[in-house]
């Protein structure tokens, strides 16, 4: 492959320090910005401005009673379960063919919408921004002045148009700069943090903390999945609608801005203009309002016996460049009349996404006291909306943190967490990251009672803890929570990664740095590479909704649960669960419509006996030994979607260890034995 290699050198006047930037420009049309730093110059702290003299305790009382009157009533009837095993073998799908070499090299992985930063700006680059930010605050610059300096380099290594770089630093300006200021971490650190993996593994003492949990004083009892027919509740999972108000039929759906599907988009100079479909559209685009309403209708009709509905967030577009507190709480009030509108008479319980926040991502914890940036504009619009389904005592928790528990039946609740506290684009969190808002905290103690009353706890939110997103400190210390309550905890929920697919919780027990010294030792002595995987016996599953948005390649999708209802002895365990879909590039023929199809059900296309985790570990290691079977969970991934891109063995890798990975930041060890299928 050739290379057009050119140096361009900076000066001291131009950007207030000493470096260079190597770009290299290769045949395929990318630019990879190689910036090496003068480090010794930026090793030092920088020194704290004016900024408040924060108080990191959290007087709030986080050991509340727990909510303890029922908000559901038994299920009226027996649901009709979804018919299992329909046809003698697994259905084969295809893989999508590799036209050329070159396609494949470029999209060898699916995209997810959390990786776009983390494609966008590489780990070196990162640690080139923060510097540049670095050196700017020690010399006391203006704001005014480090954007024109970072956007001069936003534009100059080609991450973004002009217009979408100056409206990032705009946007999260305002409080990536205060918060990184006050963080007092060196460049590496910071990637580190932010990127995880990815950017190496830097030790972050002042980051490391750990959650207590009681001892478990009462008797396991094995808890086996029904065999026989029981009660069920219906259970609807919506995530990631990401409406947009702005979408525009026929406009340009490959543009030069992240968000794509505008009249204003401007529109690609190196491919073929495809319009906007009427529906929605592939590629870099959101949900129409048209197609929100037509699938909630949908919805409404042919699921009528829907018991209660769990939303896991996302609600406004991914135009973060170009977002207001105003506009998004336009959209969440737009998105909750719309539930109401249709499902008027149906308990609905919501967790927040991260994209409801302005600037996205940032959740300033309550030791935040600035009135400027403060997060309470947007719980206490939360709260309001929410408590047109929520009992007044969740107002307490919601106001404080956005998170809530409430009992849906005697020795069943629901726990609603605000994992927005474990992202890292979460800026305040360079600040410190420590239990933010004492919500693990709280978890705990709400776990324990309902260990000591006997109740099965479903949770729900919207970043997975096992997502790149999510802190690895945060992340290990859920782990370890889910572990210590496994017999309380029988089933999570997610959204965020837009793809149809699910996360895998181990028993850490046998995790010790002794167990895997002596497991390295025995995989020596018998030559046996299977012996390196370090995971423990399975022992819960999250379940990650598919989203409604395309964004990105994905036909839009909705999920429904069977969950174990009212008997003696209900885990109130998940015991099926359906996809339901439409596919847009018929949906946009014509004067045609969605056709809202179910597309598969999990136990009958991945032949699974339940949905224990037992089972979701088999079919991780059956995927890995069964192309074919893997190519099926492919096409759900992106339900059934033509425009997939198209998966190669490292591909099939990666998203086999995503479904391994519960906790952040830890692949190498979960998914060791992967490397060897």
Same mark, same amino acid.
């Given at each position: 492959?050739?290379?057009?290699?050119?140096?361009?050198?900076?000066?001291?006047?131009?950007?207030?320090?000493? =470096?260079?930037?190597?770009?290299?420009?290769?045949?395929?049309?990318?630019?990879?910005?190689?910036?090496?730093? +003068?480090?010794?110059?930026?090793?030092?702290?920088?020194?704290?401005?004016?900024?408040?003299?924060?108080?990191? @305790?959290?007087?709030?009382?986080?050991?509340?009673?727990?909510?303890?009157?029922?908000?559901?009533?038994?299920?009226?009837?027996?649901?009709?379960?979804?018919?299992?095993?329909?046809?003698?073998?697994?259905?084969?799908?295809?893989?999508?063919?590799?036209?050329?070499?070159?396609?494949?090299?470029?999209?060898?992985?699916? $995209?997810?919408?959390?990786?776009?930063?983390?494609?966008?700006?590489?780990?070196?680059?990162?640690?080139?921004?923060?510097?540049?930010?670095?050196?700017?605050?020690? +010399?006391?610059?203006?704001?005014?002045?480090?954007?024109?300096?970072?956007?001069?380099?936003?534009?100059?290594?080609?991450?973004?148009?002009?217009?979408?770089?100056?409206?990032?630093?705009?946007?999260?300006?305002?409080?990536?700069?205060?918060?990184?200021?006050?963080? +007092?971490?060196?460049?590496?650190?910071?990637?580190?943090?932010?990127?995880?993996?990815?950017?190496?593994?830097?030790?972050?003492?002042?980051?490391?903390?750990?959650?207590?949990?009681?001892?478990?004083?009462?008797?396991?009892?094995?808890?086996?999945?029904?065999?026989?027919?029981?009660?069920?509740?219906?259970?609807?999972?919506?995530?990631?609608?990401?409406?947009?108000?702005?979408?525009?039929?026929?406009?340009?759906?490959?543009?030069?801005?992240?968000?794509?599907?505008?009249?204003?988009?401007?529109?690609?100079?190196?491919?073929?203009?495809?319009?906007?479909?009427?529906?929605?559209?592939?590629?870099?685009?959101?949900?129409?309002?048209?197609?929100?309403? !037509?699938?909630?209708?949908?919805?409404?009709?042919?699921?009528?016996?829907?018991?209660?509905?769990? =939303?896991?967030?996302?609600?406004?577009?991914?135009?973060?460049? !170009?977002?207001?507190?105003?506009?998004?709480?336009?959209?969440?009030?737009?998105?909750?009349?719309?539930?109401?509108?249709?499902?008027?008479?149906?308990?609905?319980?919501?967790?927040?996404?991260?994209?409801?926040?302005?600037?996205?991502?940032?959740?300033?914890?309550?030791?935040?006291?600035?009135?400027?940036?403060?997060?309470?504009?947007?719980?206490?619009?939360?709260?309001?909306?929410?408590?047109?389904?929520?009992?007044?005592?969740?107002?307490?928790?919601?106001?404080?943190?956005?998170?809530?528990?409430?009992?849906?039946?005697?020795?069943?609740?629901?726990?609603?967490?605000?994992?927005?506290?474990?992202?890292?684009? +979460? =800026?305040?969190?360079?600040?410190?990251?420590?239990?933010?808002?004492?919500?693990?905290?709280?978890?705990?103690?709400?776990?324990?009672?309902?260990?000591?009353?006997?109740? $099965?706890?479903?949770?729900?939110?919207?970043?997975?803890?096992?997502?790149?997103?999510?802190?690895?400190?945060?992340?290990?210390?859920?782990?370890?929570?889910?572990?210590?309550?496994?017999?309380?905890?029988?089933?999570?929920?997610?959204?965020?990664?837009?793809?149809?697919?699910?996360?895998?919780?181990? @028993?850490?027990?046998?995790?010790?740095?002794?167990?895997?010294?002596?497991?390295?030792?025995?995989?020596? $002595?018998?030559?046996?590479?299977?012996?390196?995987?370090?995971?423990?016996?399975?022992?819960?599953?999250?379940?990650?909704?598919?989203?409604?948005?395309?964004? @990105?390649?994905?036909?839009?999708?909705?999920?429904?649960?069977?969950?174990?209802?009212?008997?003696?002895?209900?885990?109130?365990?998940?015991?099926?669960?359906?996809?339901?879909?439409?596919?847009?590039?018929?949906?946009?023929?014509?004067? !045609? @419509?969605?056709?809202?199809?179910?597309?598969?059900?999990?136990?009958?296309?991945?032949?699974?006996?339940?949905?224990?985790?037992?089972?979701?570990?088999?079919?991780?290691?059956?995927?890995?030994?069964?192309?074919?079977?893997?190519?099926?969970?492919?096409?759900?991934?992106?339900?059934?979607?033509?425009?997939?891109?198209?998966?190669?063995?490292?591909?099939?890798?990666?998203?086999?260890?995503?479904?391994?990975?519960?906790?952040?930041?830890?692949?190498?060890?979960?998914?060791?034995?992967?490397?060897?299928?």
């Amino acid at each position: 492959m050739k290379m057009a290699v050119s140096v361009v050198f900076y000066k001291k006047n131009a950007f207030s320090m000493d =470096w260079f930037c190597l770009q290299v420009r290769c045949s395929r049309g990318y630019l990879l910005g190689l910036c090496l730093l +003068n480090i010794l110059k930026f090793s030092a702290p920088v020194p704290l401005l004016d900024n408040e003299n924060f108080d990191f @305790e959290d007087t709030w009382n986080f050991k509340i009673a727990p909510h303890s009157i029922p908000l559901l009533e038994s299920p009226k009837e027996n649901h009709i379960l979804p018919v299992v095993y329909e046809t003698d073998e697994i259905l084969k799908v295809e893989p999508l063919d590799a036209a050329e070499e070159e396609i494949v090299g470029a999209n060898r992985l699916p $995209k997810k919408i959390h990786d776009v930063i983390r494609t966008k700006i590489p780990c070196g680059v990162c640690k080139l921004g923060v510097g540049l930010l670095q050196s700017h605050l020690k +010399n006391g610059d203006s704001m005014e002045e480090i954007k024109i300096k970072i956007v001069a380099l936003c534009v100059t290594l080609k991450i973004e148009t002009e217009a979408v770089c100056t409206g990032f630093v705009d946007v999260f300006g305002p409080e990536l700069v205060p918060a990184y200021n006050t963080s +007092n971490l060196e460049p590496s650190k910071t990637c580190s943090m932010i990127f995880g993996e990815s950017c190496g593994s830097v030790s972050n003492e002042i980051h490391e903390w750990d959650i207590e949990t009681p001892e478990n004083h009462l008797q396991a009892i094995e808890e086996k999945f029904p065999k026989v027919e029981v009660p069920t509740f219906k259970v609807l999972h919506l995530s990631d609608t990401h409406l947009d108000p702005d979408y525009a039929e026929g406009s340009p759906t490959n543009c030069e801005e992240p968000l794509c599907c505008r009249n204003y988009s401007t529109p690609s100079t190196n491919e073929t203009i495809i319009p906007a479909g009427r529906w929605g559209s592939y590629n870099k685009c959101d949900s129409p309002r048209i197609l929100i309403e !037509n699938m909630l209708k949908f919805i409404s009709l042919e699921h009528p016996d829907i018991d209660y509905i769990i =939303w896991t967030g996302d609600l406004p577009p991914h135009d973060i460049w !170009n977002q207001t507190q105003q506009s998004n709480l336009d959209i969440i009030k737009e998105s909750v009349e719309q539930m109401l509108r249709y499902f008027p008479n149906i308990p609905i319980f919501p967790a927040v996404g991260n994209h409801e926040s302005v600037p996205a991502g940032s959740f300033a914890p309550p030791w935040i006291k600035n009135e400027t940036h403060t997060i309470g504009w947007l719980y206490t619009n939360l709260a309001d909306h929410w408590r047109k389904w929520l009992p007044s005592t969740s107002g307490n928790t919601l106001l404080h943190g956005a998170f809530y528990s409430v009992l849906l039946r005697p020795g069943f609740r629901l726990i609603s967490l605000n994992t927005n506290y474990c992202h890292s684009l +979460n =800026w305040w969190l360079l600040v410190n990251s420590t239990d933010p808002a004492d919500e693990l905290k709280w978890l705990v103690h709400e776990l324990e009672n309902a260990e000591i009353n006997n109740e $099965k706890v479903h949770i729900i939110g919207h970043i997975p803890p096992g997502s790149s997103d999510c802190l690895k400190t945060w992340s290990r210390n859920f782990y370890s929570i889910v572990d210590r309550f496994q017999h309380t905890i029988t089933a999570q929920f997610y959204g965020h990664t837009h793809a149809d697919e699910f996360e895998l919780f181990y @028993e850490t027990n046998n995790y010790s740095k002794k167990s895997k010294r002596k497991r390295w030792w025995q995989a020596l $002595k018998n030559k046996d590479k299977s012996l390196l995987t370090f995971t423990g016996r399975p022992i819960n599953v999250a379940y990650l909704g598919p989203s409604i948005t395309t964004y @990105e390649n994905n036909n839009p999708a909705f999920r429904i649960y069977y969950v174990e209802g009212d008997h003696e002895r209900s885990t109130r365990a998940v015991i099926d669960h359906e996809t339901w879909t439409t596919n847009l590039d018929l949906a946009n023929e014509g004067d !045609n @419509e969605p056709i809202w199809y179910k597309l598969y059900t999990a136990k009958d296309a991945y032949r699974l006996s339940s949905l224990h985790p037992e089972e979701w570990n088999r079919l991780i290691k059956n995927m890995a030994d069964d192309p074919d079977l893997f190519n099926l969970f492919y096409r759900n991934y992106y339900r059934d979607s033509s425009h997939r891109p198209y998966c190669d063995a490292q591909c099939r890798i990666q998203i086999l260890c995503d479904l391994k990975t519960g906790k952040s930041q830890d692949r190498l060890h979960l998914c060791n034995e992967l490397q060897y299928a």
